[in-house]
């Protein structure tokens, strides 16, 4: 999983969907990943600059994530270190994600390719500064061969079955992305504790006609 440049001031710059959802999305994915143990490599464009530091809430839901500082590389991939890190964890399959999707996404996906990586590009755990540079970054990126996903599909993708002991933990970081999934969960848990309740009610009854009886 390599998470790049999701830094305070390049969210700024984001239009071409919600930045907020979009930062959303990118914390989920650390989540996702912490809690099935993937790799997590992060690093931040110019951190002292305006583009301001990384976004707290990925370290804090990826703690043992491995950030790689850029030496001003405007493509990740350039920096010796970022690719060495990546090489490092032994895997060839990369899930990207960054601010902005046409600079920090697309150009180390497609430089991960020509080195042998399978890579996918998360879009909307990205963004960029128009619909229409989205759109041309996507684009460019398929031309490459890189897969476009989103998040809920990578998250499934790796969940794979709801029959697991972290079954509530995927049901939450999907929630996290899929708003309106957390309604479906609250509604849900309102229903089963309102059909317990009265179970347990009915059975209080049955027990006190029992003994009036």
Not at 11 to 25: C, E, I, L, T
Not at 76 to 99: H, M
Not at 104 to 120: F, H, K, N, Q, R
Not at 136 to 154: E, S
């Amino acid at each position: 999983m390599l998470l790049i440049d999701h830094q305070s001031g390049l969210f700024q710059v984001v239009s071409d969907q919600s930045y907020r959802q979009a930062r959303a999305n990118a914390v989920a994915l650390a989540r996702l990943a912490a809690l099935v143990d993937m790799p997590v490599i992060t690093t931040a464009s110019v951190p002292d600059g305006p583009n301001g530091p990384l976004i707290p809430e990925i370290h804090e839901s990826a703690p043992k994530a491995r950030y790689v500082a850029c030496a001003g590389q405007v493509n990740a991939w350039d920096t010796p270190e970022f690719r060495q890190a990546v090489a490092d964890t032994g895997k060839r399959s990369l899930i990207i994600s960054g601010v902005i999707t046409s600079v920090c996404v697309a150009e180390p996906a497609i430089s991960a390719l020509a080195d042998g990586y399978t890579v996918y590009g998360v879009i909307d755990a990205s963004g960029t500064y128009s619909k229409l540079s989205e759109e041309l970054t996507v684009a460019r990126m398929i031309q490459a061969g890189v897969v476009p996903i989103d998040t809920t599909a990578v998250i499934s993708e790796v969940q794979k079955t709801w029959n697991r002991p972290e079954a509530a933990q995927f049901a939450s970081i999907h929630a996290s992305v899929m708003t309106n999934c957390q309604l479906l969960i609250e509604s849900y848990q309102r229903v089963q504790a309102e059909a317990t309740h009265g179970e347990a009610a009915d059975a209080e009854r049955k027990i006190f006609e029992r003994v009036s009886g």
